[in-house]
């Protein structure tokens, strides 16, 4: 059967050989609206598509984000007769067009100086391989978009495959999906600090089985966020753990040392200046479910480095599962800071205690 043409945006493509996964749109609108944002502040934008499947990150990012040049690359070259097709929409002098393994892409940039303001890496598993070569290659103040699809691993479903790969020990928990995210930006921190910089996250974001980290990288800055989460699986009590105090990291409410992941990146998982900056695009754009993500995510941008789910509630609490939104107005009648999260639905983030969500839940 012939392969039909598909929609995104404003790119026109056939799939071809290519994985392509049509829900993951959501990820790729936010890296053109960064992508755009990034091009209105500074008058410039230069990007690789290291991994680029069927293109269509490409073409949009030229359509429209309005890259001035972009290079789309894949190590397959069975690809070519699909790329060379949907490329072929956009102005020949705006993109490059090449099948090179990615260790060698970034060999041919580093060896002629060549640095990009924005950096999309969309690989399948863990980024570990390649976030030397993209470090090395973007401006100081561009962006880097990373993809982790080994879902286990950054879930703590495999602490000895992150401990090899993310230099983390990572274990399961209820917001273990957020662990995901932080473990993804602590890898970046650690990388880049290897190479004298430093990164700021600009977005985070988990869909299904899929975290997205875009970053900015920056020179080196005196403080970093990199610790450990503590969980307590007797109670549900979650904490923050710094390197000083591993060794006394109990539950204050039972007793038992605190089941710890880490280190991770503790900072904010999103930049709420750049935030508000691609809400607006959205919002001028039409972008009416981006709009609403973009709101959740400011909201959630400074909250503790993990959530609540209402099931774990009502489950601890041997309780009907509460009502998440009476359950927030509750909590900041009370004083307490409430935001959604993207990550679950059903969840929140608070800066009050497991325990006392589960007393007021009770009282409700």
Not at 301 to 324: C, E, N, Q, T, W
Request: net charge neutral.
């Amino acid at each position: 059967m012939l392969d039909s043409h598909h929609t995104e945006g404003k790119a026109l493509f056939k799939v071809g050989p290519a994985f392509f996964r049509a829900s993951s749109r959501p990820a790729r609108d936010l890296g053109v609206l960064a992508a755009t944002v990034y091009k209105a502040n500074t008058g410039q934008l230069r990007v690789l598509d290291v991994m680029t499947g069927c293109g269509v990150r490409s073409q949009r990012y030229v359509l429209e984000s309005q890259a001035d040049w972009i290079w789309a690359n894949d190590a397959n070259p069975e690809m070519a007769d699909v790329l060379t097709d949907n490329l072929s929409q956009l102005p020949p002098q705006q993109y490059q067009l090449s099948y090179h393994a990615a260790e060698h892409l970034f060999h041919q940039c580093y060896q002629y100086q060549d640095n990009f303001d924005f950096i999309d890496l969309d690989s399948f598993g863990l980024p570990t391989p390649f976030l030397q070569g993209c470090l090395q290659t973007v401006k100081r103040g561009g962006l880097l978009y990373i993809t982790g699809t080994d879902s286990r691993t950054l879930a703590g479903h495999n602490p000895n495959h992150s401990q090899r790969l993310l230099g983390a020990w990572a274990r399961s928990h209820p917001a273990a999906h957020e662990q995901g995210l932080r473990l993804l930006l602590g890898l970046c921190w650690q990388q880049a600090q290897a190479l004298g910089r430093d990164i700021q996250p600009i977005i985070s974001y988990f869909q299904g089985q899929i975290y997205r980290v875009l970053v900015q990288v920056t020179t080196p800055q005196p403080q970093h966020g990199l610790g450990f989460i503590g969980y307590c699986h007797h109670c549900g009590h979650y904490q923050t753990v710094a390197w000083d105090q591993l060794s006394r990291a109990t539950c204050p409410h039972q007793g038992p040392p605190l089941t710890l992941s880490g280190p991770m990146w503790l900072g904010p998982l999103h930049d709420p200046t750049w935030l508000a900056s691609m809400q607006a695009l959205a919002e001028e754009w039409g972008w009416s479910d981006r709009v609403q993500l973009l709101r959740i995510m400011q909201a959630e941008a400074l909250m503790p480095p993990y959530f609540y789910s209402v099931a774990d509630i009502g489950r601890r609490g041997k309780m009907d599962i509460p009502k998440r939104d009476r359950l927030m107005a509750h909590l900041q009648q009370q004083g307490y800071q409430t935001s959604l999260t993207h990550l679950n639905a059903q969840a929140f983030k608070t800066n009050a205690t497991f325990h006392h969500c589960l007393d007021i839940a009770s009282d409700l």
